[in-house]
């Protein structure tokens, strides 16, 4: 196996509690960006972007919070450049053991028109706000947004300032996933050998995906002389998304052979981070996405399995079990214990305190009476809906009944708990669905839009779970909700009261002007 010791490190800067919760409907809790972001400082993530403490007071605590509990990471606050949100950049980030604070600000003719700046009063706000955030922090981190569609001259200038201002990472971010491979490692160094200062820093690269290209615009970057590559878990972010973390790691460690550079990320945690903030934005992984998708170690093509069966490197670039899939001979059923149930979920990336095992083998009991056997599948789907339908939401599902069939109108009988009272209401509807849609209506008023309705069997039989997903939108925010359960007409209830669960922290958000993804 090739020595990586001595290779030079690309540090991971990763901004799915930033970047990521822009995405439409992707709403965190505080509990649910906590665990995220120990689970990112576990596996070795060198810079986490917590979130933008000024953007509300959630985001703040969030920020605040994370800055106490970490362990290694570097924990950075984003800030626009300007002294209020610097100052309360600070604020939050400042408890951290190694804090960062990364200001931006757009430099694009585009960008720049949105301020009304002209290039000078521009270069002077650069230089005073980097300025005032060095002389609170040491670790200061600039950002020239829509960098690749700015001017040679002016970017060359810009970054010029920000450097003799006392900025320590410069990035430079592809913003609307503008940019091509070559193009994007011809800008990186050019850059680095034309601004005086910039080999006494480390550039950095944050791409979209607009184009599909983010993971080899990244990738090029670092070949070009990028040392940071700001990445998100499974690509999450607005749009099309960012730069996916578990592309860039496992694409630089297969082949090292072409791209020597090591990073210092546990791969074999990929897995249990992915499913969890998949299970917390609402946004499922598509099968067939690279490194984490449901697909990406299978399959059916008789020359394939004949192929894996002699030989697993004849089809596998990398092995299931380094990015933390592993396979069991444990059959889960109703007569499994907690001790069995323990070892799968850790295998499985799931590790649980007692009285949370407690609770999940309720859970796991309750569907062991309704299946014959316990895929895993079945498991992650149930790990998801411990934690989408936590006991501390505003809104539960306490009681359902439908009734349904080829005469209609449909009825549906629910009581939902809301805010520690329960509530009951009959209401009808054109199937089942809707008439428990219209009876959670009743009981909780809002005038949120259902946008998405989707079911997915979550393995095979007429015994399998349904995951059901929701997006509703109100006012302009967007939510997602989801819940998984034998019963459809369930798991569709339990979803859309997620989705109001989220949208009630999403009504306590209120977020500044003009703030735009990087």
């Not at 576990?42 to 969030?62: L, W």
């Not at 799931?350 to 299946?371: H, M, S, T, W």
């Amino acid at each position: 196996m090739t020595d990586t010791s001595k290779q030079d490190h690309v540090l991971i800067f990763d901004t799915t509690l930033r970047d990521g919760e822009q995405s439409p409907g992707a709403t965190m809790s505080h509990s649910e960006k906590l665990d995220i972001a120990a689970l990112l400082d576990d596996m070795g993530v060198d810079i986490i972007e917590a979130g933008f403490p000024i953007a509300s007071d959630g985001d703040f605590y969030a920020v605040s919070e994370i800055a106490k509990n970490a362990k290694n990471a570097v924990i950075c606050g984003l800030s626009r450049a300007n002294f209020n949100d610097i100052d309360r950049c600070w604020e939050a980030v400042k408890h951290a053991r190694r804090p960062r604070i990364h200001t931006f600000i757009g430099t694009s003719p585009l960008h720049r028109a949105i301020p009304n700046l002209n290039q000078d009063q521009m270069a002077e706000r650069i230089h005073d706000c980097v300025t005032y955030a060095r002389n609170l922090c040491d670790d200061v981190q600039w950002s020239s947004m829509d960098a690749t569609r700015t001017e040679w001259d002016y970017l060359c200038r810009t970054i010029d300032i920000a450097i003799r201002a006392g900025a320590t990472t410069i990035n430079i971010p592809d913003t609307v996933g503008y940019t091509a491979p070559m193009e994007n490692a011809d800008l990186i160094r050019r850059l680095i050998e034309t601004v005086p200062g910039a080999d006494e820093v480390v550039f950095a690269t944050h791409c979209h995906n607009d184009l599909g290209m983010a993971t080899a615009n990244s990738l090029a970057a670092v070949q070009a002389g990028a040392r940071q590559i700001e990445c998100t878990i499974n690509g999450l972010g607005e749009r099309a998304g960012n730069t996916a973390l578990e592309e860039v790691v496992m694409a630089l460690r297969v082949r090292n052979d072409i791209m020597p550079y090591r990073t210092g990320i546990d791969a074999r945690k990929i897995m249990q981070v992915s499913r969890m903030v998949s299970t917390v934005s609402g946004f499922p992984v598509q099968f067939n996405k690279a490194i984490v998708g449901k697909n990406a170690f299978a399959h059916e093509s008789g020359i394939h399995q004949d192929g894996m069966l002699k030989n697993a490197e004849t089809f596998e670039i990398m092995r299931p079990e380094d990015i933390g899939l592993t396979e069991t001979n444990i059959v889960m059923g109703k007569h499994s214990g907690r001790a069995a149930l323990r070892s799968k979920l850790e295998n499985l990336g799931y590790e649980l305190g007692d009285n949370q095992l407690k609770d999940v083998f309720v859970r796991f009991k309750a569907l062991a009476d309704r299946k014959k056997e316990i895929y895993d599948e079945d498991l992650i789907a149930l790990m998801a809906d411990s934690n989408t339908n936590a006991a501390n939401d505003h809104i539960q599902v306490k009681y359902l009944r439908v009734v349904c069939g080829t005469e209609g109108p449909q009825t549906a009988n629910l009581t939902l708990t809301i805010g520690g009272e329960d509530h009951s209401v009959e209401a009808t509807g054109d199937g089942p669905v809707d008439a428990a849609f219209m009876a959670v209506k009743a009981l909780f008023a809002h005038e949120a839009s259902l946008q998405l309705y989707q079911v997915s069997a979550v393995t095979e039989g007429t015994d399998a779970q349904a995951t059901v997903s929701v997006r509703m939108e109100e006012g302009g925010k967007i939510v997602t909700g989801q819940s998984s359960d034998t019963d459809t007409v369930v798991a569709s209830t339990k979803a859309y009261v997620n989705a109001l669960n989220k949208l009630i922290l999403r009504r306590q958000k209120t977020a500044p002007a003009a703030i735009a993804s990087q």
